[in-house]
């Protein structure tokens, strides 16, 4: 799990999981570390201070595993959870579940559909257009969570995700549409923050930020809020 506060460290750079023999249907199970404070979508009514601290944070966890080569490939907000127990102003996310998205694309088929490929390992609200139609939009890499993060992002700037409703509907404005911007949603950001997630929204993947590095520093300029 990453740590999402600012420091860069790692506990378990990659997924560990433990396979009991319990049973006849013995199921694999992952341990990780205890979080008392909830999921990313219990902060989405946080201050704008708040919400930029942790966005901050998740942006600069995710740049640090993939320096050291981990995608995560299925960022959502039931994926990031929160510790109260670290002493700071406010609780620190940390970024689980790395890795696991792969595995499940694999293992899931899109019933009923030829055009859309696979199912998606998480909600279609905070799928990539990839997630959808790999075919269309390529396979799951380190683009996949710029767009990720995009999401995560909007959801703490605005209170939501970037689209909602019927999960088959908002599954083809992934694909299709362009969601309001962030300011149309919340007048109280600062304009550029528009620039950077409608940037880190782009279908196709040549649009996006090429790195999560690129994501961070125009996050920073426009946040104020800067790495040490």
């Not at 595995?103 to 998606?120: A, N, T, W, Y």
């Not at 909007?154 to 689209?163: I, S």
């Not at 007048?187 to 279908?203: C, I």
Request: charged share 20%.
């Amino acid at each position: 799990m990453f740590i999402a506060d600012g420091a860069r460290t790692v506990s378990f750079p990659r997924p560990h999981s433990a396979v009991q023999a319990h049973g006849e249907s013995p199921k694999p199970w992952a341990a990780t570390e205890f979080t008392d404070g909830g999921t990313l979508a219990d902060y989405f009514d946080a201050d704008l201070d708040a919400s930029q601290w942790f966005a901050h944070g998740l942006v600069r966890a995710v740049s640090h595993a993939h320096a050291l080569g981990v995608v995560h490939g299925g960022l959502c907000p039931p994926a990031v959870r929160f510790s109260t127990s670290l002493g700071s102003t406010w609780p620190a996310p940390k970024i689980g579940d790395w890795g696991l998205a792969v595995v499940v694309m694999d293992e899931r088929e899109l019933p009923g559909s030829h055009s859309m490929g696979r199912q998606p390992p998480i909600s279609p609200a905070y799928a990539a257009p990839e997630h959808l139609d790999p075919g269309a939009f390529g396979t799951i890499d380190h683009s996949t969570d710029v767009y990720g993060l995009r999401t995560l992002l909007y959801g703490l700037f605005t209170g939501q995700p970037p689209f909602s409703g019927e999960s088959h509907v908002v599954a083809g404005q992934v694909t299709t549409d362009d969601p309001p911007t962030p300011t149309e949603r919340n007048p109280n950001l600062p304009e550029e923050v528009d620039t950077v997630l409608s940037r880190s929204l782009a279908k196709r993947k040549q649009a996006r930020y090429e790195t999560v590095d690129d994501l961070l520093v125009a996050l920073e300029r426009c946040t104020g809020v800067v790495s040490v």
